[in-house]
């Protein structure tokens, strides 16, 4: 049972959100090339250890975010907004 | 074993008799008791037969890590089984048996497969027949399959029952600054500590009562009730007959708590049991030791069990379990049961295996340089074998006359919660036990779980761990506390004796079981647990494990640390599944989802169905119908005349902002960006790797205002691309989107005599004719009772068509508008079925074929895709392997002879060549009123084209039935769409 | 064992304002304004004033709650007042039942606080309004949903 620090709604269940992917991700412009979409879609790292993940407070305030997390120890390190004027919109 | 009730003593309630059942027989006991206590005391000295070798086993300990008497308490639907009758709260009509035995625990006709033990050692199950001695010529005979389903049924524990449970279950939720787990002395007084202090702080206890050992303690009752006492005035929630069965992510601990199965008629508005999720700022696990026993020979008689356990059975129940008492000890804990079996009347002699033992209590008799080797009597011990050690291990001493024989052999710290937490245990030689390590998290151990013996500073202990879960810094008293060293001992082999000594008797792992996987080559203890079962039962080896791990040790020639653990995961004991599952049962299982003019569907004589979440209108039957004649009717009315159908559950969203065109030409692959206010456009989007996600139309209501719709159950799925899109990718569009599904009650109006169907019920001066409202086209409304709304005319029949949107609690009244001017002009109300049949007839795709699979062009909509703008999708669809000719397509099919029909779901390949996945598969079927056959649609190989001339054939393996088909064009009726304009 | 009253409101208003991110100070000025308070509330806040009470619901958004004017330009305004149910519950036993429904501090909620959560597998909205606590729950979960809390009730009104 992760608990996420939503920065609107404070500490939350993680049944409250949906994992989005992984958030070091940069999608091209849409009408950039087959290979570099294909590298964005399908390429990962996978990493053992701390990622970048995007997660969805679905049931929450719905907003997207941008969370660091150790996947091996579940330790979280900071959640922000996705969405770069939320997060000063927040403060 | 002769037990007997003592006079007096205990803290059970001797004016409050309580009546039980016991194998049908009517038995007695007291207010306090557990069903063990009572046992012991109504002189039922085997109340259970083991796993495999269906051995008589007794009571063999005071708590959770009982292992020989496991019962089945309840009857009928709520019979449990596996039950531990040392944990089981007496009540009044308590209903209790004997499990894994027949005709029952006493007598059982399964202790013949004891003759054949030798047969039965571990890993047997995966040997026997399959080709070792001495049954190799079974391999392959499938004989293994017949003996196994044997074994199965001579094998097991207790049997569970087939009925429903009748129960209620609840889950709740709970915070608090600090989770106390165990109320003995260390957890009493952690908890106390903490909530005088000022933190907020519940306290978990699996007993019935608070306390803990002190309970087990006359001496230390008045102080006991003192500290509840003061814990009451310091506010601590206290929490009985509740199990923290995990320790989780982030401080949460899972609590099971036992609501009415101590009541006799609990009130049935109340849950059997409560799971609780606690997010705690910091734990305490004060969850104590479990005292260890030793692996001899016949030590799992009835008449065997833990020293403390005999002491709790006579002080804290008044029960006195045997008359001549013999304990086998290696460290000072023996010292204090044997004073109290003594001092209620036993004839108690101890065996210390050290040289230098305590003095004897009063009443005692010690002899220092003695253990036990062997315990004797069928159904109860009824005299023991000495045993002194000698150069390469021990031999024999002479025989003891005894009814009772104590083990005490150290203790192990409960350290369950930490190791869900990764918390390792490291073994202590001084204290020949596992004691836990750090935690990273906000996680103390406190008391004996910390390895700490002694009561006085086991109170110290939680106080200390209290503070350090407060945040400040307190030195944790050192482990350990007895005065003179304890002789480590996990066996007793004399030569000559080949009896069972068993490790695990949950399970019937014997000693040499452990020397029989390491024969085997399974020198690492996951394989060693796995392959024996070893801790795999009830008990997660609780009681097995540390001489489990010792035997392996020396047969691996090392010490016992390295060795390894196997790590211990929740629940720490048994969970009942319906306890999880709390209130989420039955149709309850998942939300229902219904419409606004859900009661009006019911009050108008709809049969319903599930469609996802939503409960929506399947057909309405008329008198005499069934399902079959009711859709064709409905289909046909429709085409004919006019039909009313319920599309309130497609999902909508609100896209609203000065962006919120360009937004939509980017996510749909067909352009938005110039559709006119008051028009609505069919539009595809495609997932990132190009496939098809959804559809839906969107209408534009103003320049800067949106109306999307999307399939019924893709509704959720689309809201959060949408939000992912703006918020992660596209930020600096202005746009907000918002689910307004629950908004609207909205009906599709279909047929001929659609238009002068809605005529009817607007208000006056409004005018929806092909002029004012063409093919498309969409626009305010307003009914004849006032109500506004939107109309909009679109078709998914093929129909001349509208769907009309009003606010959600004005639906029933539009459809009391608009039903009886459709019934009048001859018109039906129709459902799913219908609506199926003439979207099948017109080619029209839904989520039975866009299934996540299929990509634009697969499904016949290429054309679709713009030329002229990027959209999501557009990029990775053009993929060569996405862009075959043989990909499957879109086509319709017509049985060959036009009388039979055939399934969805069919593979549909080429005559002859039935292999594989086939060529394509068929999406969806109906009776065609239209055409006057059955009909589908599916997905084929290179699509009509390929197959011009060609038959293919509909293939059911799994249900029956080959159906030889046409491929045709999935536009089966009115290809042109001529009668959706004008 | 405790009291607990369980009801439905009838028919309330309810008109969903978002804001721009680069305008937020304006947007919850006009927000105020309709609703006569003088600040907009902040996260997980609420305020009331005569023209109806304001819910911080969202980063950007706020629920309006209200008898019927129409809202400022500017802003995305959308009709959710049929879209959703609204129901009070309220007594001494209100705590213990939602213990059980929400995953949330609900002792830690101040009057006026507002939170969003999941709930038997359905979205809802909680505020604790000055007469009572209020659960606001999508119109197609709500008939389900009402069963689960006079469930609940009835276990709170026997006892634990």
Same mark, same amino acid.
């Not at chain 2, 047969?119 to 005979?141: I, N, Q, S």
């Not at chain 2, 356990?309 to 044997?338: C, H, K, M, Q, W």
């Not at chain 2, 060795?563 to 929740?570: A, L």
């Given at each position: 049972m992760i608990r996420l620090d939503c920065p609107f709604c404070g500490t939350r269940d993680h049944a409250e959100f949906a994992y989005g992917g992984d958030g070091s991700v940069t999608y091209p412009p849409l009408d950039a090339p087959t290979g570099a979409w294909h590298d964005a879609v399908f390429l990962r790292d996978n990493p053992k250890g701390r990622v970048v993940e995007t997660w969805h407070h679905l049931h929450g305030c719905r907003m997207w975010l941008r969370v660091e997390r150790d996947t091996v120890t579940h330790e979280v390190f900071s959640v922000r907004p996705a969405h770069p004027g939320l997060a000063e919109a927040l403060e | 074993m002769t037990a007997r009730r003592l006079d007096a003593g205990g803290r059970i309630d001797r004016t409050r008799r309580i009546r039980f059942a016991w194998d049908g027989a009517e038995a007695r006991g007291f207010a306090g008791d557990t069903l063990a206590s009572a046992l012991m005391a109504s002189g039922h000295p085997v109340v259970g037969r083991s796993f495999k070798y269906h051995r008589p086993r007794g009571i063999m300990s005071a708590g959770v890590e009982e292992s020989g008497a496991i019962v089945t308490v309840g009857e009928g639907a709520r019979a449990e089984p596996n039950v531990k009758a040392t944990a089981q709260e007496l009540y009044e009509g308590l209903s209790a048996r004997g499990q894994n035995a027949w005709p029952n625990v006493r007598w059982d006709a399964g202790s013949v497969s004891g003759?054949?033990?030798?047969?039965?050692?571990?890993?047997?199950?995966?040997?026997?027949?399959?080709?070792?001695?001495?049954?190799?010529?079974?391999?392959?005979?499938?004989?293994?399959?017949?003996?196994?389903?044997?074994?199965?049924?001579a094998a097991g524990m207790g049997a569970a029952s087939r009925e429903p449970d009748p129960d209620a279950y609840e889950t709740a939720h709970a915070r608090c600054d600090v989770l106390v787990v165990g109320s003995g002395p260390a957890g009493l007084r952690a908890a106390l500590t903490a909530a005088e202090a000022g933190r907020d702080v519940i306290l978990v206890e699996q007993d019935f009562e608070l306390g803990g050992d002190l309970l087990s303690d006359p001496s230390e009752w008045a102080a006991r009730d003192e500290m509840v006492a003061a814990l009451e005035k310091a506010g601590v929630? +206290?929490?009985?007959?509740?199990?923290?069965?995990?320790?989780?992510?982030?401080?949460?601990?899972?609590? +099971?708590?036992r609501v009415t199965d101590h009541l006799a008629a609990p009130d049935p508005a109340l849950p059997r049991q409560r799971v609780w999720t606690v997010r705690a700022g910091a734990t305490v696990v004060a969850t104590g030791a479990l005292e260890r026993t030793v692996a001899f020979a016949g030590n799992d008689r009835p008449g065997v069990m833990t020293?403390?356990?005999?002491?709790?059975?006579?002080?804290?129940?008044?029960?006195?379990?045997?008359?001549?008492?013999?304990?086998?000890?290696?460290?000072?804990?023996?010292?204090?049961?044997?004073?109290?079996?003594?001092?209620?009347?036993?004839?108690?002699?101890?065996?210390?295996?050290?040289?230098?033992?305590?003095?004897?209590?009063?009443?005692? @008799?010690?002899r220092a340089g003695r253990t036990v080797a062997e315990a004797h009597g069928a159904r109860g011990v009824t005299r023991v074998r000495m045993a002194r050690p000698v150069r390469d291990g021990f031999a024999g001493a002479g025989w003891l006359d005894c009814d009772l024989l104590c083990m005490a052999a150290g203790w192990t710290p409960v350290v369950n919660l930490g190791s869900h937490r990764d918390v390792r245990a490291t073994w202590d030689a001084g204290l020949a036990t596992f004691l836990p390590g750090p935690s990273r998290e906000a996680l103390h151990f406190a008391g004996a779980a910390a390895g700490v013996w002694d009561r006085a500073r086991c109170a110290a202990s939680g106080e200390a761990a209290a503070k350090r879960a407060m945040g400040e810094a307190a030195p944790a008293p050192e482990p350990g506390g007895w005065e003179r060293p304890i002789a480590p001992l996990y066996e007793v082999r004399v030569p000559d004796v080949t009896r069972k000594s068993f490790v695990d008797p949950q399970h019937d792992v014997t000693a040499s079981d452990v020397r029989l996987a390491h024969r085997e080559g399974f020198v690492s203890v996951e394989h060693l647990k796995r392959y024996t079962t070893l801790g795999m039962a009830t008990?997660?080896?609780?009681?097995?494990?540390?001489?489990?791990?010792?035997?392996?040790?020396?047969?691996?020639?090392?010490?016992?640390?390295?060795?390894?653990?196997? =790590?211990?995961?929740?629940?720490?004991?048994? +969970?009942?599944?319906?306890?999880?599952?709390? =209130?989420?049962?039955?149709?309850?299982?998942?939300?229902?989802?219904?419409?606004?003019?859900?009661?009006?569907?019911?009050?108008?004589?709809?049969?319903? @169905?599930?469609?996802?979440?939503? =409960?929506?209108?399947?057909?309405?039957?008329?008198?005499?119908?069934?399902i079959a004649e009711a859709y064709v009717r409905e289909a046909a009315t429709v085409r004919e005349a006019v039909g009313i159908c319920d599309v309130s559950s497609l999902g909508k969203i609100a896209v609203q902002g000065p962006d919120a065109a360009e937004f939509l030409n980017r996510v749909y692959v067909n352009g938005f960006l110039k559709l006119p206010i008051g028009k609505a456009r069919y539009g595809v989007m495609l997932r990132d790797d190009g496939f098809v996600m959804d559809d839906g139309t969107t209408w534009r209501l103003g320049e800067e205002e949106f109306l999307m719709t999307t399939t019924t159950t893709g509704a959720g799925r689309v809201m959060v691309w949408l939000e992912e899109l703006l918020q992660t990718r596209w930020p600096e569009l202005r746009v907000h989107v918002a689910s307004t599904t629950d908004a609207w009650a909205s009906v599709s109006v279909a047929g001929p005599r659609s238009r002068e169907t809605i005529e009817a019920c607007l208000a006056d001066g409004s005018d929806i004719s092909d002029a004012a409202l063409p093919f498309m086209g969409v626009a305010r409304m307003r009914l004849a009772n006032g109500t506004e709304g939107w109309i909009a005319r679109i078709s998914f029949s093929g129909e001349r068509a509208f769907e009309l949107f009003v606010p959600a609690l004005d639906g029933p009244g539009m459809m009391d508008l608009l039903w009886p001017e459709a019934e009048r002009r001859g018109g039906c109300l129709y459902g799913l079925e219908a609506l199926g049949t003439l979207r099948i007839e017109k080619g029209h795709v839904t989520g039975a074929e866009l299934d996540g699979r299929v990509t634009l062009d697969d499904a016949g909509?290429?054309?679709?895709?713009? @030329?002229?703008?990027?959209?999501?999708?557009?990029?990775?669809?053009?993929?060569?392997e996405l862009e075959r000719d043989d =990909?499957?397509?879109?086509?319709?099919?017509?049985?060959?002879?036009?009388?039979? @029909?055939?399934?969805?779901?069919?593979?549909?390949?080429?005559?002859?060549?039935?292999?594989?996945?086939?060529?394509?598969?068929?999406?969806?079927?109906?009776?065609?009123?239209?055409?006057?056959?059955?009909?589908?649609?599916g997905f084929i190989s290179g699509g009509a084209a390929a197959w011009d001339g060609r038959p293919a054939v509909a293939d059911d393996p799994t249900r029956g039935g080959s159906c030889e088909v046409e491929v045709v064009s999935p536009h089966m009726f009115d290809a042109d769409g001529g009668r959706m304009r004008g | 064992?405790?009291?607990?009253?369980?009801?439905?409101?009838?028919?309330?208003?309810?008109?969903?304002?978002?804001? *721009?991110?680069?305008?937020?100070?304006?947007?919850?000025?006009?927000?105020?304004?309709?609703?006569?308070?003088?600040?907009?509330?902040?996260?997980?806040?609420?305020?009331?004033?005569?023209?109806?009470?304001?819910?911080?619901?969202?980063?950007?958004? *706020?629920? *309006?709650?209200?008898?019927?004017?129409?809202?400022?330009?500017?802003?995305?305004?959308?009709?959710?007042?049929?879209?959703?149910?609204?129901?009070?519950?309220?007594?001494?036993?209100?705590?213990?039942?939602?213990?059980?429904?929400?995953?949330?501090?609900?002792?830690?909620?101040?009057?006026g606080a507002v939170a969003s959560t999941l709930s038997h597998h359905t979205s809802v909205t909680l505020w604790r309004a000055p007469e009572?606590?209020?659960?606001?729950?999508?119109?197609?979960?709500?008939?389900?949903?009402r069963a689960m809390i006079d469930a609940t009730a009835a276990t709170v009104r026997v006892g634990s």
């Open positions: - | 003759l054949f033990g030798r047969f039965f050692a571990a890993g047997f199950y995966y040997k026997t027949f399959m080709g070792l001695p001495p049954f190799e010529w079974g391999r392959g005979t499938g004989l293994w399959m017949r003996y196994e389903a044997l074994i199965r049924r929630r +206290v929490m009985l007959r509740t199990t923290a069965f995990g320790l989780y992510d982030h401080g949460v601990a899972g609590l +099971v708590e020293a403390q356990a005999a002491a709790t059975y006579a002080t804290r129940f008044g029960v006195l379990p045997g008359e001549r008492v013999v304990i086998a000890a290696n460290n000072d804990s023996a010292y204090g049961p044997a004073a109290v079996l003594a001092g209620a009347g036993a004839e108690v002699t101890v065996l210390d295996l050290r040289d230098a033992p305590p003095d004897a209590p009063d009443g005692v @008799t010690v008990d997660q080896g609780k009681v097995g494990n540390v001489i489990g791990l010792a035997l392996m040790a020396e047969a691996l020639g090392r010490e016992i640390p390295a060795v390894g653990t196997t =790590r211990f995961r929740p629940p720490y004991t048994p +969970v009942s599944i319906g306890a999880l599952a709390g =209130r989420s049962v039955g149709t309850h299982f998942r939300p229902t989802r219904r419409t606004p003019l859900h009661d009006w569907n019911l009050a108008h004589g709809a049969t319903m @169905t599930d469609a996802g979440l939503w =409960r929506r209108p399947w057909f309405y039957p008329r008198a005499g119908e069934g909509l290429g054309r679709m895709a713009s @030329t002229k703008k990027a959209f999501v999708g557009d990029a990775l669809r053009r993929r060569s =990909r499957p397509r879109l086509v319709g099919l017509f049985p060959k002879d036009r009388s039979a @029909t055939f399934k969805a779901g069919s593979i549909l390949h080429a005559p002859g060549e039935a292999e594989g996945m086939g060529a394509g598969w068929v999406t969806a079927v109906t009776h065609s009123p239209a055409l006057g056959h059955w009909i589908g649609l | 064992m405790a009291e607990v009253t369980v009801s439905e409101i009838a028919a309330p208003r309810l008109t969903q304002i978002a804001a *721009w991110p680069d305008a937020l100070a304006e947007a919850g000025s006009a927000v105020a304004a309709l609703a006569g308070v003088e600040a907009a509330p902040g996260p997980g806040l609420s305020a009331t004033g005569p023209g109806g009470t304001l819910l911080r619901v969202e980063p950007l958004k *706020w629920w *309006w709650l209200h008898d019927g004017t129409a809202a400022p330009d500017g802003l995305a305004v959308v009709d959710l007042s049929a879209a959703r149910v609204h129901v009070a519950l309220s007594g001494p036993g209100a705590r213990d039942v939602l213990a059980r429904l929400v995953p949330l501090d609900v002792d830690g909620m101040a009057e009572a606590w209020r659960l606001i729950v999508p119109r197609s979960y709500a008939a389900d949903y």
